[in-house]
């Protein structure tokens, strides 16, 4: 009988380097700090001095900066555990932004706002409840992205709307054809996002039952 050649190792992984790491000043992490370092800036210019157009390239380049950071950080391999943690975050913290200058500005109806807040309202939420439960939060899916990419757009539409008086009804039309698709991808997310909770909480119980020997 011939003697079994041995298993052949496994494909060689980089040592681990596909796992998010603890690196904090990472490129893609200080793409991040710069978005959440220009939200002030961005409604300051639209509340304060007005500015509507200043106001609106700035909230371009901190949605643009959003894609760039993600694909840097699989590029360059510098995914971490805390860019996995604060990229959501800060694009919570730019929606809710531009929520409040459409609403103190009255640029949007209130009700497209609201729905809109109410969603991230229920996330953030639900983030504290996880942690003391020991339960990751779910992995952002594609409806998740697609669904920020455009209320993000669709919101920053109906403020460049208002760049010009009167406000140009071309633009608040592509906010619409934006905004809605965007709200309805967040809900089924939003969804899809609490069934994987309760999942994993029902997971978390039932391991924490003592076992009856």
Do not use: C
């Not at 698709?181 to 089924?188: E, H, Q, S, T």
């Amino acid at each position: 009988m011939a003697t079994p050649s041995p298993t052949p190792p496994p494909p060689h992984t980089g040592g681990g380097h596909n796992e998010p790491s603890d690196a904090i000043l990472t490129v893609p992490n200080l793409i991040t700090f710069l978005r959440l370092a220009l939200i002030p800036v961005f409604m300051w210019l639209a509340i304060g001095p007005e500015q509507v157009g200043a106001a609106v390239a700035v909230g371009f380049v901190a949605g643009a900066s959003d894609f760039v950071d993600g694909r840097v950080a699989r590029r360059y391999n510098q995914v971490s555990k805390l860019g996995i943690a604060l990229d959501p975050l800060s694009d919570r913290f730019l929606i809710a932004a531009a929520a409040a200058i459409l609403i103190i500005q009255d640029m949007a109806p209130l009700w497209v706002v609201a729905v809109v807040l109410a969603r991230d309202a229920l996330l953030l939420a639900a983030v504290p409840l996880l942690s003391a439960r020991g339960v990751p939060r779910p992995a952002v899916s594609w409806f998740g992205k697609a669904g920020t990419f455009g209320i993000m757009w669709g919101l920053g539409m109906f403020l460049a709307a208002h760049i010009v008086v009167p406000p140009a009804r071309w633009l608040q039309i592509v906010a619409w054809l934006f905004v809605i698709p965007g709200m309805i991808f967040a809900y089924i997310a939003a969804g899809g996002y609490a069934r994987t909770t309760i999942a994993a909480l029902r997971a978390n119980s039932t391991d924490a039952r003592p076992r009856v020997q």
